[in-house]
């Protein structure tokens, strides 16, 4: 059965850090590019950090550059993404997901939307105090 298992919100100050993990199962990561993304009361869901075994850098929203880092662990089979200086316009859940394509790490938008996705994990909530 294939699943992710999205863990490590909470609640922190601003100015702190979390790191959120991603564990995949029931498949391998080198096969589907992994994004975070993330969803504020009565907004959108966005994408916030892409990454992938195709050739590139990871994706990272204009929000999150600078601060976030996303990284895979092929052996753990997990995904991460540290979050450094939070604000509180950071307070959402937060959701892993996986495509099948390895292309998917932002270019000409693909890989932005929620739809390309095959697999969402549950969300993990964070909340940042001012």
């Known amino acids: 059965e294939v699943q992710l298992q999205a863990s490590g919100g909470g609640l922190v100050q601003a100015g702190g850090s979390l790191r959120l993990s991603c564990a995949a199962s029931?498949?391998?990561?080198?096969?589907?590019?992994i994004a975070w993304f993330r969803q504020a009361p009565g907004k959108e869901r966005e994408a916030v950090a892409i990454?992938?075994?195709?050739?590139?850098?990871?994706y990272y929203a204009d929000s999150a550059k600078g601060r976030f880092t996303i990284s895979s662990d092929n052996a753990e089979n997990t995904v991460y993404l540290q979050m450094n200086n939070l604000a509180p316009e950071d307070t959402a859940a937060y959701y892993c997901a996986a495509t099948p394509n390895l292309k998917a790490l932002g270019s000409l938008g693909i890989g932005l939307g929620i739809s390309e996705y095959t697999y969402w994990g549950q969300g993990t909530l964070v909340t940042v105090s001012s």
């Open positions: 990454i992938s075994n195709y050739e590139g850098s990871p």
């Open positions: 029931g498949f391998t990561l080198d096969d589907y590019a």
